[in-house]
């Protein structure tokens, strides 16, 4: 089954330190990867993707994600996190048909000033 | 910019009551999917629509139904609500076909709480 996950529910960090939420996925062919985040009482807003091509993936706010084939991964990354970067993160794939998400339970990061 | 928006913030219903929560986007897209939101549990899609009057179960569709009578609006129906249907509900809007822009836009989403 076609399927995401998230392995860190819950992340604290101090401010500057750096970032790495993991993501997984367990389907193959086709793969189209996303970033979501989503600020406290905001709605849900794309941080970055991945279609094909590059497997470095550059986002909004100095988020990067690197897609690695082998490892079934799509990680996400900043080198030194900010106050407000406190924030729900969701890891999502497209299925096969290209209309249906896939969405990973989410990564809460708290960044402390 | 695209805009989903949906007809409430905060919803408080009894239990029993029909419940609609109404999606409007406004980018013509041919998709739409609703999900809920808890805790925990990240997005679960509840229904989605590829097409006018088409419409799909997600992975929890049951104590659901969904009307799409109109390409820009989708509307998520509880037919008796429960306490255990107390979530946030999301609605999200995607381009169809294969195109690289099938990245969803979301509403800011609807608390619903059932007494």
């Known amino acids: 089954a076609q399927s995401v996950s998230q392995h860190n529910h819950h992340v604290i960090l101090s401010e500057a330190a750096s970032l790495e939420l993991g993501c997984n996925y367990s389907y193959g062919g086709t793969v189209n990867l996303f970033w979501y985040v989503q600020y406290p009482g905001q709605h849900l807003q794309l941080l970055l993707k991945y279609f094909s091509g590059d497997p470095l993936v550059k986002g909004i706010k100095g988020f990067e994600a690197e897609f690695i084939k082998s490892k079934f991964s799509f990680n996400l990354r900043k080198p030194s996190v900010q106050w407000s970067d406190t924030a729900e993160y969701f890891c999502a794939g497209l299925t096969y048909n290209f209309n249906k998400f896939y969405f990973g339970s989410g990564t809460k990061l708290n960044v402390k000033p | 910019d695209v805009k989903v928006t949906q007809s409430s913030r905060y919803l408080v219903k009894r239990t029993g009551e029909k419940v609609f929560l109404e999606c409007v986007q406004d980018m013509d897209h041919e998709n739409m999917f609703w999900y809920r939101q808890d805790p925990g549990l990240g997005l679960r899609l509840i229904y989605f629509s590829y097409d006018v009057k088409m419409k799909e179960k997600g992975d929890i569709p049951e104590g659901y139904s969904v009307s799409r009578e109109k390409k820009e609006r989708f509307s998520l129906i509880l037919e008796s609500a429960s306490t255990n249907q107390t979530s946030m509900y999301l609605c999200?809007?995607?381009?169809?076909?294969?195109?690289?822009?099938?990245?969803?836009?979301f509403g800011p989403g609807t608390r619903l709480t059932v007494l």
């Open positions: 999200a809007s995607s381009r169809g076909g294969t195109s690289s822009y099938n990245e969803q836009f």
